[in-house]
């Protein structure tokens, strides 16, 4: 006897190729009834066998489209209704429901080799796309995800497209940016006032300028990126000129997986991470002695950033280029990625010879992803295109959260249910487009997944632009801000990443974050939970001369720690610094002395930042984290080196103090001894280990604790992150660190959305 069936299926079921699947199914198993869109899942309903039911429901979850993910299927038994023939209806919109968005997927192989045919009616298309691959996340205005609802609207399908688009055996049935050469977008270069180009090939053409050693800005899926020649110096050093970036590293894009081993060490687990899905800038072990990529791209690194095409239109270029090129974000220094055509034109100009333009828009703006994979493992360092809208999953079910994240590499997150919403990377928010794309991504997360926002939360920090922000937003929903301490919400990020409860011994090491003393800590141990935490331990104080000066100039951090520990008559002699002008010097030492403009601080990376100073490795730096990378980079191998630093910790009474005249006393020694900077960034990367291990192991016994996690964006170091690691395991310490959720403060909003949450009360 037959049966009809009511099935609902959430999860990411749209955008993924889900109804054609399910149309297909259905069909191979004479299955009458329809399937269709809602805002809210994916609504089928199938009548037939009752057993051909039960084998489609099997079907659904095992077989699913590569890309979909299935959270959740019901069903019900409804009346039969004896209509033959299996259709696929029109999406419907629901109050108050909301569907997962697919991420933008890189391009599919069935897509790349369409472009790369001579004969294929896609043969050099730079928009190929289908079900299995092409944009989403950076297209999509509002749900069900529908062409009309998205930047492709502006284009009509042609015939041949429409009956790819009609056809439920086609590769392309419901793709909803299908397009060709004769319907679809359509590329064109300009020079560097936006005046077109005459060419017969845009990608020819742009081809010849990156080979001539031009700039160029091209739009991409979630913005612009500004890209030259990798392995020409001039280029590489122009660009750096004109956009005043010295020395941060630059991204690159390299042609195939094959060509990556040119330049890189590549592991398993990295090759299927630079091709899956996401397709992110993954940090590669540099093989810099085969490479030609010059190393004004990263200069001092070990890793550079990697990405394969993810793109028609990047596939198409590479192979016309045939040489790795540098795809940094087409932005000026501290403001957010440019997407718009003219807005590219008007900011950028004075850094591209050309543009690469196209006219399909860009609805939210998306740089791309970062990653690294250590001991197999992967770990995203800044989430954004191949990542966001996917939730993170909640263990309880949260009100409507708005956290609105720190100040530097800032996200925001939005929760709802049991997902929490971390955005895609904003960036820092030290300018008004900052503050502006801030407030359009919060606007466009709770209108996509109709979040209804009952709580606010934001940073301790009562000047950070986006705690100023939360707050007025707060006011003007009359709404509560809860707010979270930085360190709280870096524990609580983590312990979310690694789906921890209960209480932890919480390492949160970064280089600023407001401390509730008022104090700028950073080197913190935290006993905390998702609702609480209490500082049971940190690095010792010292004073931050001249406040923000301190943190581009390491040096001051140098001086700043020997005149506060060895005191004001330290001999400086022989030091890296010695040269520094002796009126700077002198004003330092007042400053620590008297504590002007000074105020104190605990954070690790500022005494990472002076230890490179002293050792050597840099007196000033040019971005965030810069001095304790490059002491990171030279460190030896830690075989090959003996030795670790004295140290001792005050730890009569909570919290526990770290002091570290002991170590700085004998750095000095080192440095004085001629000992090379490898040995003692090795010897110094051990002690930061045995004082974690040791701090840790004291409060684990007087606590009773045996779970330690390892935060904040000093943890990215990866030679700290393994001995800490060891150090801790001898201790018999289990020990978690991040894998989807940044360790930096692109992990904040997050932690501040679960502490908010919890820390109000039900
Ligand atoms: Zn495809
Ligand atoms: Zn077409
Ligand atoms: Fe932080």
Same mark, same amino acid.
């Given at each position: ?66 890309? $979909? ?30 569907? &997962? ?34 944009? !989403? ?16 609207? $502006? ?94 590293? &630059? ?52 890793? &550079? ?9 990047? =596939? ?15 932005? &000026? ?24 333009? =196209? ?22 360092? !800044? ?15 949260? !009100? ?18 049991? =997902? /929490? ?30 979040? @209804? ?12 632009? /986006? ?12 709404? @509560? ?7 709280? /919400? ?58 923000? /000066? ?30 520094? @002008? ?11 002395? !008297? ?36 002491l990171e980079a030279v460190a030896a191998d830690k075989r090959a080196v003996s030795g670790v630093y004295p140290f001792s910790v005050d730890g009569a009474k909570e919290p526990s103090i770290v002091r570290l005249r002991g170590m700085l006393e004998a750095i000095l020694h080192d440095v004085r001894d001629g000992v090379p900077a490898a040995t003692i960034s090795v010897r110094f990367h051990r002690t930061m280990a045995a004082i974690i291990a040791s701090v840790c192991g004291a409060i684990a016994a007087r606590r009773n604790l045996d779970r330690v996690v390892l935060t904040g964006g000093v943890m990215q170091n990866r030679l700290l992150l393994h001995l800490a690691t060891d150090a801790l395991e001898q201790e018999g310490l289990r020990v978690f660190s991040h894998k989807d959720v940044p360790a930096n403060d692109g992990g904040i909003s997050l932690g501040q959305a679960v502490v908010a949450h919890l820390a109000s009360g039900e």
């Amino acid at each position: 006897m037959n049966k009809r069936a009511k099935i609902s299926v959430h999860g990411i079921v749209q955008g993924v190729g889900f109804r054609p699947f399910i149309y297909r199914l259905a069909n191979a198993r004479q299955l009458a009834g329809w399937v269709c869109n809602t805002s809210g899942s994916v609504e089928i309903e199938a009548e037939g066998d009752e057993r051909a039911i039960s084998d489609f429901l099997t079907a659904i979850r095992t077989q699913a489209p590569p890309r $979909a993910r299935i959270d959740d299927i019901r069903a019900v038994f409804v009346p039969v209704e004896e209509h033959a023939g299996f259709t696929i209806r029109e999406s419907l919109s629901r109050e108050n429901t909301y569907q &997962l968005i697919s991420p933008d997927i890189a391009t599919c192989d069935d897509c790349q080799r369409e472009i790369i045919s001579l004969t294929d009616r896609r043969s050099g298309y730079p928009f190929t796309n289908c079900t299995n691959c092409g944009p !989403r996340f950076t297209i999509i205005k509002d749900i069900p995800y529908d062409r009309v609802k998205t930047t492709m609207s $502006a284009f009509d399908m042609c015939s041949s497209c429409q009956r790819e688009y009609d056809d439920p055996l086609n590769r392309r049935f419901h793709a909803q940016p299908n397009a060709c050469s004769d319907c679809g977008p359509a590329l064109w270069v300009t020079d560097s006032n936006g005046t077109g180009i005459e060419c017969d090939d845009p990608l020819e053409k742009s081809s010849e300028l990156l080979d001539e050693g031009k700039i160029l800005a091209v739009k991409g899926l979630g913005g612009f990126h500004l890209v030259c020649d990798a392995t020409n110096k001039k280029a590489v050093a122009l660009l750096r000129e004109r956009k005043h970036r010295r020395s941060k590293p &630059l991204a690159v894009m390299i042609g195939t997986l094959e060509k990556i081993r040119g330049h890189c060490h590549v592991s398993d687990a990295e090759a299927a991470l630079l091709a899956s899905a996401a397709a992110p800038i993954v940090l590669l072990r540099w093989r810099i002695d085969s490479s030609d990529v010059t190393n004004l791209v990263a200069p001092k690194q070990k890793y &550079l950033g990697v990405m394969l095409p993810y793109t028609p239109l990047h =596939h198409i270029l590479l192979r016309a280029v045939n040489k790795p090129l540098v795809m940094t974000s087409g932005n &000026l220094s501290g403001e957010p990625l440019v997407k718009d055509n003219e807005e590219a034109v008007a900011r950028l100009a004075g850094i591209a010879d050309a543009f690469v333009l =196209h006219n399909r828009g860009i609805h939210v703006r998306c740089d791309d992803s970062v990653c690294l994979v250590d001991d197999g493992r992967t770990r995203v360092v !800044r989430r954004a295109r191949g990542y966001a809208p996917d939730p993170i999953t909640l263990p309880f079910d949260s !009100r409507s959260v708005i956290a609105c994240g720190s100040e530097l590499k800032n996200t925001v997150c939005l929760t709802t249910g049991r =997902h /929490a919403f971390l955005s895609h990377h904003i960036g820092n928010m030290g300018s008004e487009e900052a503050l502006s794309h801030l407030i359009d991504t919060i606007n466009h997360y709770k209108n996509l997944f109709r979040i @209804d926002p009952q709580l606010v939360a934001c940073d301790m920090h009562p000047e950070y632009v /986006a705690s100023k922000y939360a707050h007025r937003m707060a006011a003007d929903r009359g709404l @509560d801000c809860v707010e979270v301490q930085h360190h709280h /919400a870096h524990v609580v990020s983590a312990m979310i990443d690694n789906n921890l409860e209960g209480t932890v011994i919480g390492v949160a090491f970064d280089g600023t974050g407001y401390g509730s003393d008022g104090a700028i800590w950073g080197g913190e141990f935290l006993v905390a939970d998702w609702a609480r935490s209490e500082r049971v331990g940190h690095l010792e104080y010292v004073p931050l001369p001249g406040g923000e /000066a301190a943190i581009r100039r390491p040096y001051r951090m140098a001086l700043s720690y020997l005149f506060s520990l060895l005191g004001e008559d330290v001999d400086l002699e022989r030091l890296p610094f010695a040269d520094i @002008d002796t009126v700077e010097r002198e004003v330092i030492a007042r400053q620590v002395k !008297r504590m002007i403009n000074s105020p104190l601080t605990s954070s690790a990376g500022r005494l990472f930042d002076a230890v490179a100073a002293i050792a050597g490795v840099r007196n000033t730096v040019d971005y965030d984290g810069q001095a304790a990378i490059e002491l990171e980079a030279v460190a030896a191998d830690k075989r090959a080196v003996s030795g670790v630093y004295p140290f001792s910790v005050d730890g009569a009474k909570e919290p526990s103090i770290v002091r570290l005249r002991g170590m700085l006393e004998a750095i000095l020694h080192d440095v004085r001894d001629g000992v090379p900077a490898a040995t003692i960034s090795v010897r110094f990367h051990r002690t930061m280990a045995a004082i974690i291990a040791s701090v840790c192991g004291a409060i684990a016994a007087r606590r009773n604790l045996d779970r330690v996690v390892l935060t904040g964006g000093v943890m990215q170091n990866r030679l700290l992150l393994h001995l800490a690691t060891d150090a801790l395991e001898q201790e018999g310490l289990r020990v978690f660190s991040h894998k989807d959720v940044p360790a930096n403060d692109g992990g904040i909003s997050l932690g501040q959305a679960v502490v908010a949450h919890l820390a109000s009360g039900e």
